[in-house]
């Protein structure tokens, strides 16, 4: 574990220091606590719940969170191979998944930095507006969008870690981000459409929901928003929500590290 | 136990491109090898194989007994090494790379005591990012030097580095051999290998074309050197009696230079001689032929890689060696 540890450590050390990151999280601590004033402040009397600020609050962690984990993670890897410090990195006694799992670490580390700053000053703002609020919705609500966030990271760092080169890296992310967030479904249904003019198959509906988008949409309906719903499909439930989640922040990584295990550097 | 057996290693890159062709070499315990080739002849992929960062087409190689491949985290372990080709990294200072080799090999010393001994500890708080080629190469050798390593591998020690520094590397390198530390590196300069070490591989299009003591391998060849007299014009009468000093064995005329190839012969007669017949001596240079030579007989063909010394001498040496060609 020493090897995960000090990459860990010197990641961690060396992302803090980017300012790109510092500009991310400021962008982020800005977007949650402006849109907290508009919805309380602008809009007035609508917003009278935590649940209801929270929801309220989605678009911007829906929208940034991807981006902050995919712009932290998508150099981890190819970054230093493109550099050349990755032989800083090999030559000490690291193996090729300490470096992966090292990074993962760190990254998320840094990306939930980022989301607490964000969430810290969220909470302060909306105390201060609605003078009260519960805790519970809140913390629900961060949790679920820090695995929203350690999925993009684990997709950022799988992709760094499959390509030596940063502009290949870049392009993939950036793919990636546009496919997930904004054509999976679209997709999905143009595929149900052509294969499936009648009906409406349910293992389509399923695949649907496998972006982590959606997932995260689904997961904040279920344990923020609704009482208990009779006769949810499975893939609507909350359990499979997390699922998908807990697939993204696992696979892309594991993907990209038996691609980086046997590649020469 | 070898510290390094590279056992008939044959490395295609994709391409067709063969860098290494059935390599077989053996560093003992202990000693300073120097791995000699021009710039391209697969040095570099020898070395990046033993720290498995590249994995060999054909055959294998272990480093202090361990398997290159399987054990590579342990042997890394107790390797210490300065790559080429390497970045550092910018946002981080001297101290914080120190720092991150000490807490990977968790050896708990005290980055300020490496980074003395490289002598850089003035900048140790300054980001790597600001600093020269030189203190770079310096702070990764601080970085190799981590956890009093079994085996040093040095991919050309002495780029970057001004003479002083240079010697300095060797100073260092010296050191740590007489603490019983094994040495493995890598150098298209002769001078650097000549000066320390015990012996010497020479690779040349990936295959190793020679490997002997540096004594052998130069009385294989002769034991002249070449003296270079820089003049402001040379004359027939000086030429001719400088071929009748004794012991000189071969004169020729190279622009305003007198070349004068030394099997045992006094300089300063030599000197002297061309003074007495009305030339002014500008410069002169020494260089001991035999080992040029037998570098470029070994690797003809590849020397451009020579170009790239670090010291001026270097340089302006091998120019004089291919212009005689």
């Known amino acids: ?265 | 136990m070898p510290a390094i057996d590279v056992d008939g290693v044959t490395k295609r890159f994709g391409g067709g491109v063969t860098a290494l062709q059935d390599l077989n070499l053996t560093v003992k315990e202990g000693e300073i090898y120097g791995f000699l080739g021009p710039n391209g002849a697969g040095k570099s992929t020898t070395i990046n194989i033993l720290l498995d960062f590249i994995r060999p087409t054909e055959g294998s190689a272990t480093v202090l007994g361990m398997d290159a491949q399987a054990d590579s985290k342990a042997v890394r372990r107790r390797v210490g090494v300065l790559p080429d080709a390497y970045h550092v990294y910018e946002r981080l200072t001297g101290r914080q790379h120190v720092q991150f080799a000490i807490d990977s090999k968790e050896t708990g010393e005290r980055p300020e005591d490496l980074l003395n001994r490289v002598g850089i500890s003035e900048a140790a708080d300054r980001k790597a990012g600001g600093y020269s080629k030189g203190m770079a190469q310096r702070l990764v050798l601080a970085m190799a030097l981590v956890g009093d390593p079994d085996l040093l591998i040095l991919d050309e020690p002495s780029t970057g580095l001004d003479p002083n520094g240079a010697r300095e590397m060797r100073r260092i390198i010296q050191q740590e051999n007489d603490r019983g530390t094994t040495v493995f590196f890598s150098s298209h300069i002769l001078e650097q290998v000549e000066a320390i070490c015990d012996r010497v591989g020479i690779l040349h299009n990936g295959e190793l074309v020679a490997e002997d003591s540096m004594e052998n391998l130069r009385a294989n060849i002769g034991s002249g050197s070449t003296l270079t007299v820089t003049v402001d014009e040379p004359t027939e009468p000086a030429v001719e009696a400088v071929r009748d000093v004794p012991g000189v064995s071969e004169v020729s005329v190279d622009g305003t230079s007198i070349v004068v190839v030394i099997s045992d012969a006094s300089k300063t007669r030599i000197l002297e001689a061309i003074e007495e017949n009305g030339c002014e001596v500008r410069d002169f240079a020494t260089e001991k032929a035999s080992l040029e030579e037998l570098f470029a007989t070994y690797t003809e063909g590849g020397r451009d890689g020579l170009r790239n010394g670090t010291t001026p001498t270097a340089t302006q040496d091998t120019t004089e060696t291919e212009a005689r060609r």
């Open chain 1, 1 to 265: 574990m020493s090897g995960v540890r000090s990459v860990v450590k010197k990641d961690f050390n060396d992302a803090l220091r980017s300012r790109r990151l510092l500009a991310l999280v400021a962008l982020f601590v800005l977007f949650i606590v402006g849109a907290e004033y508009l919805l309380v402040e602008v809009i007035g009397g609508e917003v009278t719940s935590a649940e209801a600020l929270v929801v309220s609050l989605l678009f911007p962690t829906m929208l940034l969170v991807p981006l902050i984990g995919l712009v932290t993670g998508y150099k981890a890897i190819a970054g230093e191979r493109e550099s050349g410090s990755h032989k800083l990195l090999l030559t000490l006694p690291h193996s090729r998944a300490d470096v992966v799992l090292g990074k993962l670490i760190g990254r998320t580390a840094v990306v939930f930095v980022a989301i607490l700053a964000g969430f810290l000053a969220g909470g302060v703002v909306a105390f201060a507006l609605l003078g009260s609020y519960e805790l519970t919705p809140f913390l629900v609500y961060l949790a679920i969008t820090l695995l929203y966030a350690l999925a993009f990271v684990s997709l950022g760092i799988g992709i760094s870690a499959s390509t030596g080169s940063t502009s290949v890296a870049v392009m993939a992310s950036f793919g990636a981000f546009l496919l997930f967030q904004f054509l999976w479904s679209f997709l999905v249904g143009l595929v149900d459409d052509h294969l499936f003019p009648e009906t409406n198959p349910e293992f389509l509906q399923a695949i649907a929901q496998f972006s982590p988008l959606s997932s995260y949409l689904t997961g904040i309906n279920r344990f923020l928003n609704d009482g208990p719903v009779p006769d949810l499909p499975y893939y609507q439930e909350g359990w499979f929500a997390v699922l998908v989640l807990v697939l993204w922040a696992t696979v892309p990584v594991t993907v990209g590290y038996l691609r980086f295990r046997s590649v020469d550097i």
